[in-house]
């Protein structure tokens, strides 16, 4: 903070006529200029981002003294690179994909939690004849080529299946009653149901023992640099967050509303009670919010096992303290 700054008043036409004395009066202090920080969302506004919008509607981060800037994502967010870059200060994707950006060489850390459980799943028609993993041996699925829980399934069950590039869409889908397609399941099934389709079966990654986070990243050397900074935006996000999913989410989704025009009522309830429901923020085994935004050292030891035994990652190459911190964390 500033120190104050004191300026006199002119007094030279000012007589008084108690003796005609001059006086000086301080000013009203400056306040600090707002702290700027960008965040480079994964995807277009949607309640995966509701903390983030919450604590921007409801003014947390001014709280916090903190000018922060919610950039849009989409298929190509780009978010591990615009954050090595400087493009962002802080981002937000799947655990996975930020270890082996950093495997890379990109200088980022894991900051915190947005869900504890990252909710992409394999989608399936509710009659389809698959319902087990293994069952998935010489079937085609529709996915991210890079999503590394595609190779820990051939691993484990020791099956094989065919892979077409994810066009995040669900045309393919609804049409055909085989399909099987990777898909955020918060939002997806939403569209399929409107499409004229019933609702899908899941098969969760985290059943698998494949148990990623939704995280919040940030451009390493920036967050040594800032730790007040980076602590003031945690608790505030932390606080959005928590309002989002217990109180009233409208602050929230009046702002995602403006930003992407498919953000209607219905669907954004829909996907605030996907969230809720299966306790996304809090911890699926959860009983209290008491691990909201919390990450552990412990998840991310047994990611990068899992990613070095796939050969995914050099063995060795990142240890956790590389990866993830909870300094930040309140």
Known sequence: MSPLRLSPWLAAGLILASGGCSRQSPAPATAPTPFKITVQLDWIPQPEHGGLYQALAKGYFTEAGLDVTLVPGGPNSFVMQKLATGGADIGQSDSTNTLLAMAQGLPLIDIGAVFQNDPSVLMLHADN????????????????????????LKSKYHISFNIIPQNFAVGNFIADRNFIQQGYYIAEPFYIVKGGAKYPRFLYAWDAGFDAYTTLVANRPWAAGNPERVRAFMAAYIRGLKDYIEGDPAPANALMKQLNPEN??????????????????????????????????????????????????????????????????P
């Open 129 to 152: 004849p698959v319902t087990r993993f293994e069952d998935l041996d010489g079937k085609t699925i529709m996915a991210r080529p890079e999503w590394a829980f595609l190779p820990y």
């Open 264 to 329: 209607t009522d219905d669907f954004l309830a829909f996907c605030r009670k996907m969230i809720i429901d299966e306790k996304l923020v809090i911890g699926r085994h959860a009983t209290d919010d008491s691990q909201t935004g919390r990450i552990s050292r412990e998840r991310f030891a047994t990611q990068i096992r899992q990613l070095e035994d796939l050969g995914i990652l050099p063995k060795g190459k990142l240890a956790v303290d590389d990866v993830m911190t909870t300094e930040y964390l």
